[in-house]
């Protein structure tokens, strides 16, 4: 059966070219069109479409508010069209609080150079969402107001405490080594499932933390920020040849590539311009495998949240080397790719639920 979509936009011409766009593609119908967030609502409610596309910035309603209404209204999947702008990067990370599963440019060449290329991803991206499972109920951290904690004690190397998780939920222990260094790697969902996380750390954790979320260049300094206010820990986009310190979080910067280099009593942060042939940009395996190097048997690697199966190599690495690997289990995922392409391959020591990840990784570490 053909993908069913709705396409949101408030130029009737755009809406003709995504309409053209995705009907190229046989396993997808267009069911109906909207001129702004109030009409497509309704259409919503009417046609029970497979995946909107949605616009932001529209009158009467703008796409935000609307994404809002129908994840209450009619849980749907949406996919946002996003300009890739620091303004733009903002409306797309609300829009992904609200319940946006994904986002792609509005400018197709922004996806891609070559037009038949940017539709064949376009096509791709929406019939991925329908095949693999997805939870269409935004986690909590989502509905949250984001605001900043009222203080961030200062950070040390005390040890974090935490409400214990139950028993059930705890994590197993890797009795190889202690660990050093937690990193975390994400894409499709990631951006909310990452606030989920953070937000449960502590200001004093002992160690430092890597994140890999595919996202582009545009997006990375401002989605850093947004985690940086909400969190007691210190977040900041990672930045080639600074050290890591305890209670700070380090975002992979879009569009290129982090290694953690130096020596384990001495770690920098590596970043590089990423090759064209490159899929991921960061690239979770890229970034995993400079670590197993580093902390052979002292990270905490842990995969949330994505499409593909990038962090599965990487994760293999760690693990052979002696450390220890979580996925997110497949009912709290947004789409349960990356973290069952790992769990799949035999090398997580345990799955859990998202709401467990943040108070499990203080715990153990």
């Known amino acids: 059966m053909a993908v069913r979509v709705l396409v949101v936009d408030d130029s009737g011409f755009f809406r003709r070219r995504v309409t053209e766009m995705l ?6 119908s267009v069911i109906g069109d909207a001129e702004n967030g ?11 479409p497979d995946v909107v596309t949605m616009d932001i910035e529209m009158p009467e309603m703008d796409g935000i508010t609307a994404t809002r209404e129908i994840m209450q ?9 996003s300009s890739l702008t620091t303004d733009g990067a903002k409306s797309t990370l609300d829009a992904l609080d609200a319940g946006a599963l994904d986002f792609l440019p509005k400018r197709f060449e922004e996806i891609s150079s070559d037009r038949e290329e940017a539709k064949k991803l376009l096509c791709e991206r929406v019939k991925l969402l329908v095949k693999q499972p997805i939870n269409l109920l935004t986690p909590s951290v989502a509905k949250k107001p984001l605001s900043k904690p009222a203080a961030r004690r200062m950070p040390s190397t005390a040890k974090a405490t935490s409400s214990a998780p139950d028993a059930a939920t705890a994590p197993k222990t890797n009795k190889r080594g202690g660990i050093e260094l937690v990193a975390i790697g994400t894409s499709t969902g990631g951006p909310v499932a990452l606030q989920e996380v953070l937000t449960k750390i502590p200001a004093d954790f002992p160690v430092p933390i890597i994140l890999v979320q595919h996202m582009p260049g545009s997006f990375t300094p401002a989605f850093a920020q947004r985690l940086n206010d909400l969190c007691e820990i210190t977040v900041k986009e990672a930045e080639d040849g600074e050290p890591l310190n305890n209670a700070c979080a380090y975002l992979a910067p879009g569009g290129k590539q982090m290694l953690i280099e130096g020596r384990a009593g001495n770690p920098v942060i590596k970043i590089t311009e990423a090759d064209a042939s490159q899929t991921y940009k960061p ?3 890229i970034t995993f495998s400079s670590i197993a190097k580093l902390y052979p048997n002292n ?3 842990i995969i949330l949240t994505g499409m593909g199966a990038d962090g599965r190599e990487g994760s293999r690495e760690l693990k052979t080397s002696g450390s220890t690997v979580w996925a997110q289990d497949e009912s709290s995922c947004v789409v349960y790719g990356m973290p069952s392409a790992v769990t799949e391959a035999g090398i997580t020591d345990q799955e859990m639920t998202l709401v467990d990840v943040g108070p ?6």
């Open 23 to 28: 009907e190229a593609d046989s396993d997808i």
């Open 38 to 48: 109030k009409v497509a609502i309704e259409k919503v409610k009417e046609l029970k």
């Open 73 to 81: 209204s009619t849980p749907t999947r949406i996919i946002m069209f």
């Open 283 to 285: 690239s979770v395996d």
């Open 299 to 301: 990270t905490l690697a």
């Open 360 to 365: 499990n990784i203080a715990q153990r570490v």
